[in-house]
């Protein structure tokens, strides 16, 4: 069955520091990969899309990776804020309009 | 950008009672909603896809008869969750699709339902 791994539930780093978050899934090919981050008792909210054909895509101080041969994605958070304390997931898609599979999330501090 | 919202946040109803949650995609048409619950600590656990004019689509293991979808509009979607046990307190979220924007998914803010 499709499985998709966070590489850890927790990840505590210093402000200015880069945070890497990894999702590894098994059994799935997906179209599209996506993050998002969640904050405690609300929604997730969008962050970055990459498609399969895609190895690298940037917004602002956050970079995605996707290596379909690995079949994991990295997420880099650069010059990491307090404000930037979260739970991350990763979502896999195989179409557009089609129903996305969620990791479980990877929660970071971002300590002063 | 596009903004989904949720009625109730939260809710607190007595065993045997329905609840009816609502999901509005504000300014954006939405051919496609999502419904999720979370229990805490994990991960959003997909219930059923709704599509505007047609019926729902659920995932295995989810209880149609109990989990009421109703998609009646571009921007309306209600979930109903029948006859509520405290087993089914947790923590609902809707999403949507914009037709414009198909690859990203707006949440609503959660509806947090406790069943006493």
Same mark, same amino acid.
């Given at each position: ?6 590489n850890s $539930? /927790? #990840? !505590?780093?210093?402000? +200015?520091?880069?945070?890497? #978050?990894?999702c590894n899934?098994t !059994?799935?090919?997906? /179209? ?10 609300? +929604?997730?909210?969008?962050l *970055? *899309?990459?498609? $399969? !054909?895609?190895? $690298? ?7 995605v990776?996707?290596d379909?041969? *690995?079949?994991q994605? #990295? ?15 990763? /979502?896999?898609? !195989?179409?557009? /309009? +089609?129903k996305?599979?969620? +990791?479980?999330?990877?929660? #970071?501090?971002?300590?002063p | ?5 949720q ?17 509005? =995609?504000?300014?954006f048409?939405? &051919? &496609? ?12 656990? @997909?219930?059923? %896809? =709704? ?12 209880e149609?008869?109990?989990? @009421? ?5 571009? &921007?309306l =979607? &209600? @979930? %109903?969750? %029948? ?27 959660? %509806?947090?339902?406790t069943? @006493?």
């Amino acid at each position: 069955s499709q499985k998709i791994e966070q590489n850890s $539930e /927790a #990840l !505590n780093i210093q402000e +200015g520091k880069t945070a890497t #978050l990894t999702c590894n899934y098994t !059994n799935y090919s997906p /179209a599209y990969l996506q993050w998002y981050r969640q904050d405690p008792g609300r +929604g997730p909210v969008f962050l *970055l *899309l990459i498609r $399969e !054909n895609e190895k $690298e895509k940037r917004k602002e101080r956050l970079k995605v990776t996707f290596d379909t041969t *690995l079949k994991q994605s #990295l997420f880099h958070i650069t010059a990491s804020q307090p404000a930037d304390s979260a739970t991350y997931l990763c /979502a896999l898609s !195989n179409t557009n /309009a +089609g129903k996305s599979t969620f +990791g479980d999330g990877t929660t #970071l501090t971002v300590k002063p | 950008g596009a903004v989904v919202s949720q009625h109730p946040s939260r809710v607190i109803c007595k065993s045997g009672t329905s609840v009816k949650i609502e999901c509005r =995609s504000l300014d954006f048409q939405a &051919t &496609t909603m999502f419904w999720y619950r979370q229990f805490p600590k994990q991960s959003l656990m @997909l219930m059923a %896809t =709704s599509n505007e004019g047609s019926k729902a689509t659920y995932e295995q293991g989810v209880e149609k008869d109990k989990f @009421l979808i109703n998609h009646a509009s571009l &921007t309306l =979607s &209600t @979930l %109903t969750v %029948t006859s509520a046990h405290p087993e089914d307190s947790s923590f609902y979220i809707c999403s949507a699709r914009d037709q414009e924007v198909l690859h990203e998914q707006f949440f609503g803010p959660g %509806t947090r339902l406790t069943v @006493l």
